[in-house]
C-alpha cells in the first residue's frame, strides 16, 4: 500500500460533494488511475477522536474521503437527534487542515429519498447491549454504512474501537454481504484525564464532565487488577460498577464479552473486551477497554 507522504501544500483543496455520483465519480477516477482510497464515515463534529481515524486512512491509502451524515435512522431518541452537535465550516477546516481529498455531505433527502423501504438488520449482534437499549440503533447504521460503501467503494474503511458494538456489527456486514471492502479498526482517542472523546462531551455540563472520567478509571482499574489475576467476570465487572457509584450516573450496562460475537464471558481471558454504557448527568455515554491491552 502506496500511503501518503505526511507534509501538505500550503492551501490543500478538499472536494465537497453532496450526491453518491458525485463521491463516486471522485473515488473511480482515483482508482482508475491506480490510487486506493480510504474512508472515514462520521456525523461531522470533528473532534481529534475523528483526525485520529483521518490519519489512520492517510497512512494506509493515497485519497482519503470523510463522510459527514448525522444519520437519522440510527438515532431512537428524536431530541438525541435534534441536539446533536453541527459544526459544519469547522469540520471543512478541520478535513483541510488533515489532508483530506474529498468530503461527502449529503442531505437527509439525498440519503432517504421520499418512499425509501430498505432496512439492514444484522441478527442477535444488532439486538444486544447498545441494540437493546436504542431498538433500531444498528439498523441505521447498517443501513447508511452500506448505502456509504456503495457510494465511496473504497479500498479501505476506517472504524473506531470506542463504538466497539458499531465495529463487530460492521464486520459482520461486511463479511456476510462480501462488500469488497478492508476494515481498519483505529484506537480510541482520549482525553488527558482518559474520557474518551465524542461529540456528545460538550453537552456534559462542569460537574457531569468530571463524574464521566469515572467510567474510565473504572475500566483501567478493572484491566489492573485482571493483571494481578482477577479473571471472574462478575469480580471485574463490580470493581467499574463501584467506580462509577455517583448520584449522577444510572448505569445502562457493563459487561465482558467476546470482541467478534460479543458473548458474554465468565471468566476473562486477555483480548475480551469490558464493555459499558452509561448516562451521567443526562449524556449517554460508552467506553470500553480490551482486557490486556493497557
Ligand atoms: P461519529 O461521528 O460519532 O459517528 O464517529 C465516526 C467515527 O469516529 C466512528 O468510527 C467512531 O467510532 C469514531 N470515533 C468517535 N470518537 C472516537 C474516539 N474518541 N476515538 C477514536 N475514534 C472515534
Redesign the pocket.
Given at each position: 500500500m502506496a500511503g501518503r507522504r505526511s507534509f501538505l501544500p500550503l492551501i490543500h483543496r478538499v472536494h465537497i460533494y453532496t450526491t453518491p455520483s458525485q463521491v463516486q465519480a471522485f473515488s473511480d477516477l482515483n482508482r482508475s488511475s491506480g490510487r486506493t482510497v480510504a474512508f472515514?464515515?462520521?456525523?461531522?463534529?470533528l473532534?481529534e477522536?475523528?483526525c485520529?481515524?483521518i490519519e489512520m486512512a492517510r497512512a494506509n491509502a493515497d485519497v482519503t474521503i470523510v463522510s459527514s451524515f448525522v444519520n437519522p435512522l440510527q438515532f431512537d431518541n428524536a431530541i438525541d437527534f435534534e441536539k446533536y452537535p453541527s459544526t459544519a465550516l469547522a469540520d471543512e477546516n478541520v478535513c483541510r487542515l488533515h489532508g483530506v481529498d474529498a468530503l461527502y455531505r449529503p442531505s437527509e433527502h439525498v440519503m432517504y429519498p421520499e418512499g425509501f423501504a430498505t432496512s439492514i438488520h444484522i441478527h442477535h449482534l444488532s439486538d444486544i447491549f447498545e441494540g437493546a437499549s436504542r431498538p433500531g440503533h444498528f439498523d441505521g447504521v447498517a443501513t447508511v454504512v452500506t448505502k456509504l460503501l456503495h457510494a465511496v467503494r473504497p479500498d479501505i474503511a476506517v472504524?473506531?474501537?470506542?463504538?466497539f458494538q458499531?465495529v463487530a456489527v460492521v464486520k459482520r456486514l461486511v463479511r456476510d454481504l462480501d462488500l469488497p471492502v478492508r476494515l481498519i479498526v483505529?484506537?480510541?482517542?482520549?482525553e488527558s484525564d482518559g474520557l474518551?472523546?465524542?461529540?456528545r462531551n460538550v453537552r456534559l455540563g462542569v460537574e457531569g464532565r468530571r463524574e464521566a472520567t469515572r467510567l474510565n478509571e473504572g475500566l483501567r482499574e478493572a484491566c489492573t487488577r485482571f493483571a494481578q489475576g482477577t479473571t471472574r467476570s462478575s469480580d471485574l465487572i463490580d470493581i467499574v460498577r463501584s467506580h462509577c457509584r455517583s448520584a449522577m450516573i444510572v448505569i445502562d450496562y457493563i459487561d465482558i464479552v467476546d470482541p467478534d460475537s460479543l458473548a458474554t464471558v465468565p471468566y476473562a481471558r486477555e483480548g475480551d473486551v469490558i464493555i459499558l454504557a452509561m448516562v451521567v448527568g443526562g449524556v449517554r455515554l460508552i467506553d470500553n477497554m480490551i482486557i490486556g491491552s493497557s
Open positions: 472515514v464515515p462520521t456525523m461531522g463534529a473532534h477522536g475523528h485520529s481515524l472504524f473506531g474501537a470506542k463504538d458499531q483505529a484506537p480510541t482517542k482520549r474518551a472523546m465524542s461529540s
